[in-house]
């Protein structure tokens, strides 16, 4: 990936039904692991796999719908409102309007429902995106810095749809800084030092 | 659950029509300085009426196709890297992508060839003939720049080429477009036989569909 390494002797195995907390020092290459996993970004050398597909190879389209990311940056709108943002991920993904409506309801952003985004707070962003993995159901749920930025209830929000995920067979990795919160939902936990998990 | 192709496409299309509304970059930027440059043309020439008349129908599609491609990159070009990525993990279908961005701005291009037409017949003195043709050249025009451009910032979003890349790319591209449309209009005004244009327009609108669908992947890929 260009001229400096980025991530080098990475090990990992992640079963169902697990959680884990990825750790690691800014620019130790957390986020670049996660979009990897994500099939967001192909890996130059080595071999992965995700869901039982290949990394390098032409599977990974037919796994993403199964996979569930939120990242540093909001991935909404800023000009739709919170729900036409929701509605519009729902209709991508083939499902009716109600259940963005029903996912708007359960984060807790029923009455910023009509907001646009650019009048919304990053907590509130943050929310809105959760309540999209919601309705998506994710097998493999990949959260980067999940608990930044958010109230005490969001935070338990988090805490229940990693605990939804793992519930129903899946898995869940959270990148964070925040080792007591990752500690206490994390069946392992893991840190990221020069490429390698330690 | 999937989507259908058709649902996501006119999702991505009420997604960048109703972006278009709250932004009014095309209502209130381009039409006005679309129509800014037409009365340019007449105030620097001056008036004379033969020549306007003549040069007319290049004039309006010169215009369209600068200002058209512009809308139609602009609309594609929006979109965040974490946008994309949530599109890609959401299920979006590169085509389905590339079919709706390209139908929105085709809506908003088609607006923009309206506006500038009747702005163009008043001050160029262009006979109002022959509407019939014009219901089937401006929506072809429209079709085929919002493609072009939704290829280009497709090509400018993998990120290996800069943002300078998109007037080399289209301008080749937008040429048969742009000489097939000014000489149908060329053909209404001197009532000459303009069928020929008209079957290398669709030629060249198919060309691009085929094009974009076969490439939104590979792009989408790549980025």
């Known amino acids: 990936m260009g001229g400096d390494t980025i991530l080098r002797d990475v090990d990992l195995e992640l079963g169902p039904s697990t959680t884990l907390g990825l750790f690691g020092a800014n620019g130790a290459g957390k986020t670049t692991l996660l979009r990897l996993m994500a099939t967001l970004l192909p890996p130059s050398s080595g071999r992965g796999t995700v869901l039982g597909v290949d990394l ?7 796994v993403r719908r199964e996979i569930g990311y939120v990242g540093h940056t909001p991935a909404l709108y800023s000009e739709l409102t919170l729900e036409e943002n929701l509605r519009f991920a729902a209709a991508i993904c083939g499902l009716p309007d109600g259940e963005a409506s029903e996912a708007l309801d359960a984060v ?3 009455g910023a429902a009509g907001r646009r985004a650019e009048a919304c707070s990053h907590g509130m962003l943050r929310r809105a995106e959760f309540a999209v993995q919601l309705f ?3 097998r493999l749920l990949l959260l980067d810095e999940p608990h930044s930025a958010l109230d005490a209830d969001a935070v338990d929000l988090v805490d229940s749809l990693v605990a939804r995920t793992t519930d129903a067979g899946g898995a869940a990795v959270l990148v964070s800084h925040d080792r007591d919160r990752v500690n206490a939902i994390a069946d392992r936990t893991v840190e990221l030092k020069a490429g390698t998990l330690v | 659950m999937t989507a259908s192709m058709w ?8 997604r960048d029509l109703l972006r278009e509304r709250r932004r009014g970059e095309v209502f209130w930027i381009t039409i006005p300085f ?3 440059a037409l009365v340019m043309f007449p105030l620097a020439i001056g008036i004379d009426a033969v020549l306007l008349e003549r040069i007319g129908p290049g004039v309006f599609w010169v215009i369209v196709m600068l200002f058209g491609i512009l809308v139609s990159v602009r609309q594609a070009a929006t979109e965040t890297t974490a946008q994309r990525d949530a599109l890609n993990l959401l299920g979006l279908e590169p085509a389905a992508g590339f079919a709706g961005r390209s139908l929105a701005a085709a809506i908003l291009l088609l607006i923009f060839e309206i506006v500038l037409g009747v702005i163009v017949i008043v001050l160029y003195d262009l006979p109002a003939t022959g509407l019939g043709w014009l219901i089937v050249m401006f929506p072809l025009v429209a079709i085929g720049l919002a493609m072009l451009g939704s290829i280009a910032s497709g090509v400018v ?3 290996h080429s800069g943002a300078g890349l998109v007037p080399f790319l289209v301008a080749p591209l937008s040429v048969p477009l742009l000489l097939s449309a000014t000489q149908a209009l060329e053909g209404l005004r001197l009532g000459r036989p303009m069928l020929s244009w008209i079957v ?6 198919l060309v691009l569909a085929v094009l974009g669908t076969l490439t939104a992947r590979p792009l989408q890929e790549s980025r």
């Open chain 1, 56 to 62: 390098a190879g032409n599977g990974c389209l037919d």
């Open chain 1, 108 to 110: 807790g952003l029923k």
């Open chain 1, 136 to 138: 998506r159901k994710p």
């Open chain 2, 7 to 14: 649902s996501q496409t006119r999702a991505v299309t009420e």
């Open chain 2, 34 to 36: 679309g129509a800014i």
């Open chain 2, 157 to 159: 979003a993998t990120g």
């Open chain 2, 200 to 205: 290398l327009m669709v030629i060249i609108v």
